[in-house]
């Protein structure tokens, strides 16, 4: 069970927008740690998207976008496209430990 | 631009001890923490630990009783040890650049394979 949750898959059309909640807790999100993003394609390790709840890294595109509220987060890709079919996860802080979501896969229809 | 190579075996029989080294290229150890983070066949992410650039460490605590994070700056390795190995424990590692203030990861490995099996 992680301390993250979020939904095992979403998936949507070329073009669509969707969005990935992470659902956190008061020892987490809510105590103020930052919500930070990971794009992890097939075969190939993770990287960086968004960090610090809604912050870019260079090289990425501002079709990904990030929020938080409270004990929630969530990332936003706009005008999904076929390349961005890939597991994403959410990571905090929890407790002197880094904690992740247990990933939701995003398929493009 | 930094770059993280993780080495060591590929196979480690159970209840031996696994070793694996990451070596930092292309930038200063210092002010980061390291971090080791494995995903096993088909599944998430797990943190394993981490150690700052000056020593001082912290555990995953469901792997604290076998895990070593130890770093050495003048060669530019962190090391990983996980001792009483298990099928369970097969999985990629990878060494991961954790940035002080925000906690967030910026750079990883391209992770090593490491299965238990005798």
């Known amino acids: 069970q992680s301390v993250l949750t979020q939904p095992p898959s979403v998936s949507g059309a070329p073009g669509q927008r969707v969005t990935i909640p992470c659902t956190g807790s008061n020892s987490n999100l809510g105590a103020g740690y930052d919500a930070h993003w990971y794009q992890q394609l097939p075969g190939t390790a993770p990287k960086l998207l968004i960090y610090g709840n809604n912050n870019r890294p260079s090289g990425v595109p501002d079709r990904f976008s990030g929020s938080k509220s409270g004990t929630s987060a969530s990332l936003a890709i706009s005008g999904l496209q076929v390349e961005d079919e890939a597991d994403y996860y959410c990571?905090?802080?929890?407790?002197?430990?880094?904690?992740f979501g247990a990933g939701t896969k995003v398929t493009v229809l | 631009q930094v770059q993280l190579q993780e080495s060591g075996p590929g196979l480690v029989k159970p209840s031996e001890t696994l070793s694996l080294t990451c070596t930092v290229s292309g930038g200063s150890m210092n002010t980061y923490y390291w971090s080791w983070i494995r995903q096993p066949p088909g599944k998430g992410l797990e943190w394993i630990g981490h150690i700052y650039y000056s020593g001082s460490t912290n555990y995953n605590s469901s792997l604290k009783s076998r895990v070593t994070i130890s770093v050495d700056t003048s060669k530019n390795q962190v090391s990983l040890k996980l001792s009483s190995m298990t099928a369970a424990d097969t999985a990629v590692y990878y060494c991961?650049?954790?940035?002080?203030?925000?906690?967030?990861?910026?750079?990883w490995g391209q992770g090593t394979t490491v299965t238990v099996s005798s």
């Open positions: 991961v650049r954790r940035v002080s203030y925000s906690y967030h990861m910026d750079v």
């Open positions: 990571q905090s802080f929890d407790s002197g430990r880094d904690v």
